[in-house]
């Protein structure tokens, strides 16, 4: 039997996936923007509407015609997105006023911030958070600090949901979850000493510190993280800690801005990496509806068999989904002077796409970042079980041929919508490795186990996988098949179990 994909998991990540993060970050935020003039039209802020919109079109402006002349002096293509969302998230953090004064502070703030971006960088990639660089060297300045006017109780009604959405879309929910716990116990125990009720302590630690504002639009801002699951979290604990230490380093006071920007030094050390040029090779067919693009880096890309790359194609008119998209890499870490992705071309396709297939080989772009941990057990001694649907077979591409030759127990599930989009099947069939096949028809392919049409339920998984609970279980496609593979491997005794859904592809 097959199985079909839950409906509510399927429709929370369509709707998510429409966007790019950077284009959805935009539109949460500008959701809490109108949501702080409702309550401020309503009284229960103190700014007037009046303060609010001076100081809005202040930062906006400022970050956007910042990013203009740093384009037109550096001869780059400015990220509209990027800026809005820096002038946004300045909003939430200096007071709202009419004054000159407080109005040329935000408006410095905001250049600084998007200075940053092409000043702190290394090969083209900041180093620190933008808005935490503005806020920082306003205040060292001494013309104002920062104050996070965002952190009240009645800004959570539009916050915390839009905070929840943006970490959910991103899957960095573990590591805003380790930020936030590690604040709030601290500052708790902070409170006890001073004989605080933990009621009372809890209420103003919930309502009147930027906790999720922070967790939600700045500490998991992509361009600042390291790459590998264990390195964020280490980064969000250490951010957490000193969010919470009233910690003084002589006239240099402990923010929550500060915290930000040590956490981001950390993730640099970690092994943040600079962006990096590529130089389109060829074009492949892998299917009627799919393509590998294979690239010569302009130095060699370090990463791991599993990861991806974020790939930004700067294009005119650009829709929703905005000018930068991830894809996971399909050459192995063994050949790192070509960098090769497979993505899908339905039709309609995007701008970014309709972009990316009509360049030609010679044609250059950039990779903004390598990250990710769809990694394959360390242990070569420990079987897997590899589940992919669709394009989702690409993260298995890598890890297959890095471990080509390599005595592993690998059972690979493939399912497609027809066997002409069986990417790779030739390639697969030369590896050692055990195939069951989910096709309409049967494709015929010597060696390999036709389950028939869709993904296997777990009595399928169950009957031809009868060790699946010693496996470590990897599943990889839409968001759909991820979250119905992953139930059906439950199911059947699985256990250990990471997934890669591809969100808007």
Request: net charge positive; glycine share 8%.
């Amino acid at each position: 039997m097959s199985i079909s994909a839950p409906a509510a998991p399927r429709t929370l990540n369509t709707f998510l996936g429409r966007w790019t993060m950077y284009r959805l970050t935009v539109w949460l935020l500008l959701a809490c923007v109108a949501w702080s003039f409702v309550l401020s039209l309503a009284g229960v802020l103190f700014y007037t509407p009046a303060e609010l919109g001076a100081t809005l079109l202040t930062a906006v402006a400022s970050t956007l015609v910042t990013s203009r002349v740093a384009g037109l002096l550096l001869r780059t293509r400015p990220q509209t997105d990027s800026s809005l969302i820096t002038g946004l998230l300045l909003y939430f953090l200096f007071w709202p006023g009419t004054e000159g004064m407080q109005l040329g502070t935000v408006a410095l703030a905001g250049a600084v911030a998007t200075a940053s971006k092409y000043v702190l960088a290394v090969r083209r990639r900041h180093i620190f958070n933008p808005v935490a660089v503005g806020a920082f060297v306003v205040a060292a300045t001494g013309l104002g600090g920062a104050v996070w006017w965002v952190a009240t109780p009645w800004m959570l009604v539009a916050v915390l949901p839009a905070s929840l959405l943006i970490l959910y879309r991103n899957r960095l929910l573990p590591m805003a979850a380790v930020f936030a716990l590690t604040a709030v116990v601290v500052l708790l125990f902070r409170f006890a000493a001073n004989g605080e009720p933990p009621a009372d302590a809890l209420v103003t630690v919930t309502g009147s510190y930027p906790l999720v504002f922070l967790a939600g639009f700045m500490l998991t801002e992509p361009l600042t993280l390291p790459p590998l699951r264990v390195q964020r979290l280490l980064e969000a604990a250490v951010v957490g800690v000193l969010f919470a230490v009233p910690l003084s380093l002589g006239p240099v006071l402990m923010s929550p801005e500060l915290a930000l920007l040590v956490g981001n030094a950390l993730a640099f050390v970690l092994g943040q990496r600079g962006a990096v040029r590529l130089r389109l090779l060829e074009t492949r067919e892998l299917t009627p509806t799919a393509r590998e693009l294979v690239f010569q880096p302009s130095r060699p890309v370090r990463f791991r068999a599993g990861q991806y790359l974020e790939l930004s194609v700067p294009h005119f008119e650009p829709d929703s989904r905005g000018t930068r998209r991830i894809f996971s890499i399909t050459t192995a870490p063994s050949e790192p002077d070509t960098a090769a992705v497979g993505l899908r071309v339905a039709d309609p396709s995007s701008s970014f796409k309709r972009s990316l297939l009509k360049m030609r080989p010679g044609a250059e772009l950039t990779a903004t970042t390598v990250a990710g941990d769809f990694l394959l057990p360390r242990d070569r001694s420990k079987p897997v079980l590899m589940i992919a649907s669709g394009i989702g077979i690409t993260p298995f591409i890598s890890q297959l041929r890095q471990v080509c030759g390599e005595d592993r127990d690998i059972v690979l599930v493939y399912a497609a919508s027809s066997v002409e989009e069986l990417a790779y099947a030739g390639e697969l069939q030369s590896m050692d490795v055990r195939v069951l096949v989910c096709t309409p028809s049967d494709p015929g392919i010597p060696g390999w186990t036709w389950l028939g049409p869709g993904l296997p339920d777990e009595a399928v998984l169950s009957r031809e996988i009868p060790d699946i609970s010693n496996r470590a279980v990897y599943v990889s496609g839409s968001p759909g098949a991820v979250a119905a593979a992953r139930k059906a491997v439950r199911g059947a005794g699985g256990r250990r179990i990471r997934t890669d859904p591809f969100l808007g592809y």
